[in-house]
T-cell receptor, first 115, second 113 residues
Framework: DTGVSQDPRHKITKRGQNVTFRCDPI?????LYWYRQTLGQGPEFLTY????????KSRLLSDRFSAERPKGSFSTLEIQRTEQGDSAMYLC?????????????FGPGTRLTVL | GQQLNQSPQSMFIQEGEDVSMNCTSS?????WLWYKQEPGEGPVLLIA?????ELTSNGRLTAQFGITRKDSFLNISASIPSDVGIYFC?????????????FGKGTRLSVIA
């Protein structure tokens, strides 16, 4: 039984560079979520997919951020022209749609540091 | 937007003591979740609550879904050193289609052996 996995676990980049993160959800889960967590805060919602459809995006998801889930399995989150304020832990979670089965399980996160 | 107030912010306790933390919301949720996060890792689900008034245990952990649907608490009995971490509450409103979780800011627990 594999949980949610994320890659890479850590990324250090220079301001202005593009970065891409990958998330592999629990295999039978059809919903996939991205959250961002900064120091001393709880995770904040960015966007979520049901299968390959992106159903909701938060105001935190600026134009420099794009997320995809092309085949309804893994997802990627890309940040273009990174800024120092993008430094955070990026968390992915997955769930089954509906009721008690909608409980979200999180991956280990990708910690991004923008220099 | 929705906000969760989680308290206390931090706790220092002796090993063997019981711990209580709580979460209140400005709006109603129909699901409350409690997660634990350790440094450099993602949140790990501890307890999920789906009905107002529900009281659920998971080993030494007990959580309750408040009857007003605007609050929840988590108790840890007989704390041990491995309980150290940050505990987050999260609320969700599945029925309204609002599936993203709203998190509190966490309670940082330190256990002194």
């Amino acid at each position: 039984d594999t949980g949610v996995s994320q890659d890479p676990r850590h990324k250090i980049t220079k301001r202005g560079q593009n970065v891409t993160f990958r998330c592999d959800p629990i295999s039978e889960h059809n919903r996939l979520y991205w959250y961002r967590q900064t120091l001393g805060q709880g995770p904040e919602f960015l966007t979520y997919f049901q299968n390959e459809a992106q159903l909701e995006k938060s105001r935190l998801l600026s134009d420099r951020f794009s997320a995809e889930r092309p085949k309804g399995s893994f997802s990627t989150l890309e940040i273009q022209r990174t800024e120092q304020g993008d430094s955070a832990m990026y968390l992915c979670a997955s769930s089954l749609a509906g009721g008690a089965q909608g409980t979200q399980y999180f991956g280990p996160g990708t910690r991004l540091t923008v220099l | 937007g929705q906000q969760l107030n989680q308290s206390p912010q931090s706790m220092f306790i002796q090993e063997g003591e019981d711990v209580s933390m709580n979460c209140t919301s400005s709006s109603i949720f129909n699901t409350w979740l409690w997660y634990k996060q350790e440094p450099g890792e993602g949140p790990v689900l501890l307890i999920a609550l789906y009905k107002a008034g529900e009281l659920t245990s998971n080993g030494r952990l007990t959580a309750q879904f408040g009857i007003t649907r605007k609050d929840s608490f988590l108790n840890i009995s007989a704390s041990i050193p491995s309980d150290v971490g940050i505990y987050f509450c999260a609320g969700q409103n599945i029925n309204s289609g609002n599936t993203p979780l709203v998190f509190g800011k966490g309670t940082r627990l330190s256990v002194i052996a």
